[in-house]
């Protein structure tokens, strides 16, 4: 088996990834958008807590998307929620064929076939305790998103191993050098900037970010230590979350990490606030969301995974 | 099994063993709170966009620190809101030993004997065209504020030379060896988070931060320029700000000038922003200003300057 | 005029701000004692190369340590000494169930149940031909010792590729989490200052430290390799020894290694050396250890190893 | 089977890649000898505390100097140590034609013209305050140990700016280009190192290394920031002192000063404490003071000061 | 007045001082010559486009090394130029015993012990396909050229993994300690600097560096990548190539890599690039060639690998 | 007088000079061309050792640049090269208002408003001795440059202190923020690769780079120190010179000074060599000079001057 670490190509295999390889200017190609993917197929819900934000049916998927691709979407990373499907103990329906997430990887690659198509991997919606099961299971689900033609494959859990377990079946699937991974190395366990995503995931207070590995706030040294570790493991791209109030570590994983991309996760609790202050009149809701953004670039982001994302595509137009 | 890189717990599981990793830690000291003095000496007006915080006029300000104190408040900074005076060319009544900065100054110096007393310096707001003068002007009413007993004095303009005059003043004075000279080295023209400070300074438009050579919120390269001239100049302290949307700078400024302390405002948009997000029921109040707190202790700062300082020593106690 | 970059003393005249300018202090948490266990179990023997320190037998161990104990000793780290039993090639009865380590560790941690405990992990003295065996045999000792209680287990030997052997076995174990690994990484073949603890241990000459594969005095770009390896291995912990005459490679650890603690072995040799020279009335005893170890953590380490910690533990309680 | 990362030798097998991988190495020429010179043109009176070293008259100098320069010895520093002469406020005759310093150096160079001859530059000795006067005197001075012939001063006070001072009097005296200024940047108030060399210079209690501006021995960062200063200032060289008890340090003056020679001053207290415990039996003489070198080397530095010079030109030749 | 700063002498004027000052020389030992060993024994074919250099046969080699090695030639690395054998898919011919490399080895340890001996391994010349095959058979061809004397073996190919490969093969024959692994770790796809090479090995268009996985120029980032990872896997000496126009990434291996040599290859287009504008009046060869030398050194470079090193060993005798 | 280190907008006064402060990528604005200005008006002169370049006389400018500037130039450095006037020996003709370079850049700013313009300061050609004279008539000439348009100014001598005494002229003349001051900081004193500009410069042997002050060809140290120092005087833009042959300079100068643009010359020799060896087959032209400008890129230069940039226009045309 080639050794995990030889691998180069996975990070730069394609067209849109290779940009982000390069320069530090805020561009479309730097934004990726997360998108919610529910399994009532005509679902359009609003999402109370993110104001702006749906969860989106496999039917609306297309009508949704086409004038962000034309605006210059260039990339989205996609969030299964599953409402109706039942629970078990490995999350047996995480990568079922006919589930919301393989179904849409597959309809994007279709329909939109230069859109770059990421999927977050994570079995806590999927099972009956809440947890991401084994290291085992999130690579196999992981496997079945790429088979599907998903580009990029984003373990959002902080299970010891889980890079290395994914990378290892992807190169025994002998897709490794076209399935990029970006890892969740230094997701923190912030207490308040995840609120509206659980909303918008309509999970139980036991469910979510709450149950993995998380880092603690102020554990810079573990960051660095995790984001060191997945690198090894063979990480393509090392992200960061939340990203304003933890600048400061993307700075310090792009000193790390000066050779891959950096992702930012502009989280659900972010973009309420900016949101709600704007609306409080503490600003303008344009200019704090610009100027966030330039605070990612400066800090060494290479690419920002935002629910401003539409709006950016508009503002940049002009 | 496991891999060995990937097992991160053995290091802190016991107490002490924790112990061995701690970094550095919030503490009273490391708060410095920031107060509007005004020239109506009996003001306590409440600053609408500030919700808490009020300008004080000189004869309420024993009553107003005294509890804060007590609490364990050790350092202050001092902005004058000259709201009756006659503004002229040079800012005449800026350093008015009348004047409420130098009567604050000399208040607190002989009721509080151990708190640490700094001045903002600014002319903006006594000047008639809105600007700082000269950096001829701004160290002698620096002088002026150290001689009425301040402990540290802090250019908030950033016209080029202002520390360098400031510290020759001092030098001159023979007063150099025991005023401390903070520089806001790296404070950037964000055109949003300023907002409710010049609410509270009452200033028209035209008035305020906006006059002075801030720099643009991508130039990290000039930030960091600036922080090594300020130093060479005779900064004792750093200033970073804002503080929350500029932690890589924060992070930046601490490995640019590993040998000084770092202080870092967290501004009054900052403030209102977790304020109106916290009301708006986004996240709780305490647990979001304590995420911040870990967050500018983690990139580096070492002096946190906050208009939740009161509410800080509360917590704090428990 | 004085010049401006000459003054250093603004930044911390008053009380305040020079709190804002300190560093790591010499605290009660950051000392470990090292303790010689024998296998007779009423033995205090005195060291005579070691003035004041002694050989104890189980029986003592509470008597001596209860004292410690309450005037702050938070971590000991235990050395056996057997001096009855039979050596053979495996170091038979280094995990003897009934040896006097195991039965140290359960002892201490029944009477003192917030001690810290760690467990030299060493075959020399156990072999009968004086060396480690292997690291598979190392490995297996450690575990034993870690079952019996410790909270730490720390090679000695230098073989390479012990780390990863004892991780790996803990991770079989099941206890890896909870158990701290301890590297001798930085460990110098120190030609003079290894004698006394040769008299402790009352060894051969061709027992000991000599046997195990210990770095050159000027292989400084070894030192950052071992280091380095031992990370990636699992080490939780990194040490240097000798102490003093390797303060830069302190320094150099810390900097290869900012995310783990950093442990310092003020050695028998080093102990000696300044006790014999208070003698000889070159300087003062507490003189000199105070700075000692103001050296030790101002090179970077967390943690030291030394004989002096009783005297220190007196010493900071005034 | 043995794994990758552990296998060191691999890269220094052969004799020739051995070579490949060395580093700085001990010569004669990197020892500069400490010679005390007394205004009693016959004296070789015993030090007592400094075993093995004398105090030295001019019409002695030659035939003891003659033997070293032969096995060697490349480079001195002369401390003058006036006995009989009487002190006032300006230490007039530190720089007296017909004093021990400048017939010292006078008498090195017509006798020994290869050999380089540093100074010494203090005034405490001469001054009846038992202070260094001003920092223009010490440049007064500096300049006439400079044009009696002396290639190198090395003041060895701490006050601030006297680096400059010296450089700009050399500047005007048209001869900065052929004296090398040697700073004591980083000299520590160790309380405990320094007493032997009190006793070779007779000094008063008052007297000597204790009234000058040195550091406190954990202040690191005002060592770094006095190594930036005085390279800013002039000086060619950076010394470190004491030496051993501050091996980060020196490590720390090579990393902030790649680019000009360090040296490191092995301290009286050192030279009489390896030399007491090697009577005393904790190990042989030559072994540590070997020892002691590699690490001087390993840490960074380029030149050594050291009373052990005359020994180690005898060691080094076989 | 000339300003402080700008006074750079006086920090070398004397001998003895510049003698501190000192970096890397050029030695007889930081030289490697490559020699091209073809099939034919009694060849001594002129390579038309590498002036001055040929193709040997085992006949010749002695006559042609012995007078460079009394000039002090301290090692060389072979190059194998198959012109008779038959090609096959797995280049068996490569690590035949009667081949010229193998022959070439045991020759050169009969008759000149001293020199150190490395081979250049790779397949694409005893390949039909003109590849480098598998890294297994790399592997098994770097162990028979270290079996039959070869003190280190340097793959050139870039195939991902070959260093683990070759490194676990040694291990495993037990001989992994005394050979040493030089990896062509930061070897550039120039499209102009190979062609001279390509006509000494006689390599069809298809044959040589271009079919192996070379780094595209403006690839630092991937040479960081390439290098952390060979060491991991094992390499002893890390080589840069070509040279003279990658001498940037010289550097950054050094401080990528400070712990092991760096080796540096002078290719044949630099050769003849030099050769020829020397030839052309441009300048003068001896000039051009020790010029480029003091680069690689300064650069960080500790062995050369030179066409020049016969030229180089006379310049450097005199 | 504004603080030299004061003063940041001189290094992006002009959009071009704006431009080098982001990026990395081989645009048209990557490129300065030096172009050569002689006295006699119409001159077209034939460079030998230089082919395809010329020396230009006024007449013939406008003409020579109108196709170079429609095809993307955007900017020029200029010398002048007297051959008529009689030199003396303060270089009176340097700044005469009639001398080409005075003459040319007052032509360039009125025909091509756009185009940015450099002149190179140097004295040499034009005085008596063939020295530079002094820093103050220095820095007269190079007010004088950019009272008469100038852009940029450049002294190509290595004088210490002439950084500081330009900029401190510049302030006096009110134009210090518009100049943009670009030091030949690191400029070796190669003795083979300077050889057809002092052709081009019609020079004496005792004319041109040889009698200025520059590096020894080992002196990375020295390097780093001026490019320091110059920083520190004034510099807003820092080149390195020759470039290929001193890669790793120009990756040590991106380092040493990451905050402003590094500019690198494709020196007369490096042109020549490259040109000669393309007409002697070693390569094709093209391929090596673009292999050559992605080593300038990729080592951190922002700015190149090279003779090859009327191809390079071309080139990057297509
Ligand atoms: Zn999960
Ligand atoms: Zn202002
Ligand atoms: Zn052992
Ligand atoms: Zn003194
Ligand atoms: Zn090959
Ligand atoms: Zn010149």
């Not at 609003?46 to 979407?73: A, D, H, M, T, Y």
């Not at 990029?152 to 699937?173: N, Q, T, W, Y």
Request: proline share 6%; aromatic share 8%.
């Amino acid at each position: 088996m080639t050794s995990i670490s030889s691998i180069l190509h996975s990070g730069y295999h394609h067209p849109t990834s290779r940009q982000w390889q390069s320069g530090n200017v805020l561009r479309k190609v730097s934004l990726m958008y997360p998108i919610f993917i529910t399994d009532d197929p005509n679902a359009a819900d609003e999402i109370k807590s993110l104001p702006g934000q749906k969860r989106w049916g496999i039917n609306k998927l297309q009508g949704f998307l086409k004038p962000l691709v034309e605006k210059g979407l260039s990339s989205v990373i996609l969030f299964g929620v599953p409402l109706k499907v039942e629970r078990d103990s490995t999350g047996t329906l995480a990568d079922d064929p006919n589930g919301p997430v393989i179904q849409g990887v597959k309809l994007i690659r279709k329909e939109f076939p230069d859109l770059f198509v990421a999927c977050d991997v994570c079995l806590c919606e999927y099972t009956d305790h809440g947890h991401c099961a084994s290291i085992a299971r999130i690579a196999e689900v992981a496997v079945a998103y790429a088979k599907a033609g998903a580009h990029c494959v984003a373990p959002s859990d902080m299970m010891d191993g889980r890079i290395k377990a994914i990378k290892e079946r992807l190169i025994e699937a002998g897709i490794s050098h076209r399935v990029c991974l970006m890892s969740y190395s230094a997701k923190f366990a912030t207490t308040c900037f995840y609120g509206p995503f659980r909303d918008a995931a309509q999970s139980a207070p036991t469910f979510g970010d709450r149950k993995c590995y998380q880092l603690p706030p102020n554990a810079s040294g573990l960051a660095r230590r995790a984001i060191r570790r997945d690198l090894t493991e063979g990480a393509d791209i090392i992200m960061v979350k939340p990203g304003m109030p933890y600048l400061d570590v993307v700075k310090d994983a792009k000193l790390q990490s000066p050779d891959v991309p950096i992702a930012v996760y502009q989280v659900s609790g972010e973009y309420a606030m900016i949101w709600r202050a704007a609306e409080a009149g503490v600003f303008e809701l344009k200019t704090a969301v610009m100027e966030s953004m330039e605070g990612f670039l400066r800090a060494g982001a290479t690419l920002i995974l935002s629910y401003y994302t539409p709006l950016l595509l508009e503002w940049l137009e002009n």
